[in-house]
C-alpha cells in the first residue's frame, strides 16, 4: 500500500500543472476574441459573471451545503474577491495592454517570491532549501523562457511595469488568503465566492452587465464560454484544491509552468521559433517543478490544513 503522506502532495502538484495548462490554452481564446474587437475590459466582464453562474449552478447541483459560508464570513470572501480575484484579472490586462506580453507574464510569476516571503517574514516558515532553490530556478526559467532578456529596458512603459508587478502581488495575494478560507471551507466554495465577488466587484466599476449587451457570433460565444469555463472555474477549482494539498509556496511555483505550456504551444500550432535560452528557461522551470516533487514529505502546516479542510468538507456535507 503506498503512503498517503507521498500520494496527497502528487495529486495537489497534479491539480496546479492541470489548472496552468488550462490557463495557457485559454491565452488562445482571449488572444482571438482581442482580434474581433471585444475590449480586455469586457472580456474580464464577461469572464467574471459567467464563471460565477456556471460555478454556482454546477454547486447548487452538485452539493448544496458547498453554498453555506457563515456570514462573519462575508467580509473576507468579498475583500478575496476585490482585492485578489478581480484585481488579478484588471491588473494582467492592462499590462497587456501596456508593454510585451512576455514581460507581463513574467511580472505575474514573481507571485512565488512574494508568497515565499511573506511565508517567512509574517507565517514564521522555514523556506527549505530544496524549495528556495525551486523558486530561484523558476522565476530565473520564466525570464529566459518569455524572451525578457530581449527587451528594452530603457523603452518599457514604466506604468505598464509597475502594474504588470500589481498581478504578482494580486496573485500572491489571493493565494495565501485563498489558502486560509480553505482551512474553513472546501477550495470550490472558497473559489465561488472569490468568482461571485470578483464578479459583483466588476459590473460595479464597468457599467453593468455592459458586456452582454453587444451581439455576438456564435462561434465568438463559444469561444466566450470556453475562456470562462476553462480559463477561470476549472483552473481556479485546481488551483485552488492543489494550493490545499501542497500549500501556497509550492503551488505557486508549480503553477509557473503556465507560460512555458504557452510558448510550447505556440511552437507547436503558431509556428513560433524557439530560441535556445526560451528552451533553457522551460528547463529550469520543469526541474524546478521536479524538485519540490522529490523532497519527501510536506510541513506540518499544510497536513494540518489539509486535516481541517476535509473535517470542513465533511460537516458540510452532513449538515
Not at 456556471?54 to 473576507?76: E, H, M, P, T
Not at 465566492?193 to 459583483?200: D, G, I, T
Not at 457570433?217 to 472555474?233: D, H, N, P, Q, T
Request: include cysteine; glycine fraction near 8%; proline fraction near 3%.
Amino acid at each position: 500500500m503506498k503512503d498517503k503522506s507521498s500520494i496527497i502532495p502528487r495529486r495537489g502538484y497534479f491539480y496546479i500543472i492541470l489548472a496552468a495548462v488550462f490557463w495557457a490554452v485559454s491565452g488562445a481564446s482571449g488572444k482571438y476574441l482581442f482580434l474581433q474587437g471585444i475590449s480586455p475590459y469586457a472580456l474580464i466582464q464577461l469572464r467574471l459573471t459567467l464563471s460565477a453562474a456556471i460555478l454556482f449552478f454546477w454547486l447548487l447541483c452538485k452539493d448544496r451545503a458547498l453554498l453555506r459560508i457563515s456570514r462573519g464570513d462575508i467580509f473576507y470572501f468579498m475583500v478575496l474577491g476585490t482585492a485578489g480575484m478581480a484585481m488579478i484579472q484588471l491588473c494582467y490586462f492592462y499590462s497587456i495592454c501596456k508593454i510585451q506580453v512576455g514581460v507581463a507574464v513574467l511580472l505575474e510569476y514573481l507571485a512565488p517570491a512574494f508568497i515565499a516571503i511573506h511565508s517567512v517574514l509574517f507565517a514564521h516558515r522555514k523556506l527549505t532549501r530544496p524549495t528556495f532553490t525551486a523558486l530561484v530556478g523558476s522565476l530565473a526559467g520564466c525570464y529566459l523562457a518569455v524572451g525578457a532578456y530581449n527587451v528594452d529596458l530603457l523603452a518599457m512603459n514604466w506604468q505598464g511595469v509597475l502594474v504588470g508587478m500589481g498581478t504578482g502581488v494580486a496573485f500572491a495575494w489571493y493565494t495565501i488568503h485563498g489558502e486560509r478560507g480553505m482551512m474553513r471551507y472546501p477550495p470550490w466554495t472558497v473559489v465561488f465566492y472569490a468568482l461571485l465577488f470578483a464578479a459583483l466587484f466588476w459590473n460595479i466599476f464597468f457599467p453593468p452587465l455592459k458586456a452582454f449587451l453587444r451581439p455576438y457570433s456564435a462561434v465568438e460565444w463559444g469561444w466566450i464560454i470556453y475562456s470562462a469555463l476553462f480559463g477561470m472555474v476549472i483552473p481556479y477549482g485546481l488551483y485552488a484544491a492543489g494550493v490545499s494539498l501542497i500549500a501556497s509556496t509550492r503551488g505557486s511555483v508549480t503553477a509557473t509552468l503556465e507560460p512555458i505550456t504557452a510558448g510550447f504551444l505556440s511552437f507547436l500550432f503558431l509556428g513560433e521559433r524557439l530560441e535556445t535560452f526560451q528552451i533553457l528557461g522551460y528547463a529550469l522551470v520543469v526541474a524546478s517543478i521536479i524538485l519540490l516533487q522529490i523532497k519527501k514529505g510536506y510541513d506540518d502546516n499544510t497536513a494540518a490544513l489539509i486535516r481541517r479542510r476535509s473535517l470542513a468538507s465533511t460537516d458540510s456535507q452532513n449538515a
